[in-house]
C-alpha cells in the first residue's frame, strides 16, 4: 500500500510564495518521476512540472521562470517551490508519483489528495 500526503497550500497574495511538498511512503520498491498537476473549477488537470529519479526536470510554459520543482531521494518527497503568484494560479494541486511497489514488476501512477492553492489579486 502507497500512500501520498501533501502539505503547503494554502491562501496567498498576488507576487508572494508558497512551497508544496509531498511525501511517498508505504511498499515501495522504487519512484521513476514525481510531479504536480493542478485543476482550476470547471477546468481539466494541467501538468505543472515533473522530475525524474535523476533529477531531469519538465515545467510547463505557464510556471516556468516562477515555479521550481525538486526532490529528495531519500525521502520520497517532491516538492514545489513557488515564486510570483498570480490569481490564475488558483487551483487544486495534486501530487502525482509513478513508482514500483515492492514485489512487483511493473510501475502504477498514484495520486495525492490535492491541496488547495489560492490566490488573491
Known amino acids: 500500500q502507497v500512500q501520498l500526503v501533501e502539505s503547503g497550500g494554502g491562501l496567498v497574495q498576488a507576487g508572494e510564495s508558497l512551497r508544496l511538498s509531498c511525501a511517498a511512503s508505504g511498499s515501495i520498491a522504487s519512484i521513476s518521476v514525481m510531479g504536480w498537476y493542478r485543476q482550476a473549477p470547471g477546468k481539466q488537470r494541467e501538468l505543472v512540472a515533473t522530475?525524474?529519479?535523476?533529477?531531469?526536470?519538465n515545467h510547463a510554459d505557464f510556471v516556468k521562470g516562477r515555479f521550481t520543482i525538486s526532490r529528495n531521494n531519500a525521502r520520497n518527497t517532491v516538492y514545489l517551490q513557488m515564486n510570483s503568484l498570480k490569481p490564475e494560479d488558483t487551483a487544486v494541486y495534486f501530487c502525482?508519483?509513478?513508482?514500483?511497489?515492492?514485489?512487483?514488476?511493473?510501475?502504477?501512477?498514484?495520486w495525492g489528495q490535492g491541496t488547495q492553492v489560492t490566490v488573491s489579486s
Open positions: 502525482y508519483v509513478r513508482l514500483r511497489p515492492r514485489y512487483r514488476w511493473d510501475e502504477y501512477d498514484y
Open positions: 522530475i525524474t529519479s535523476g533529477a531531469s526536470t
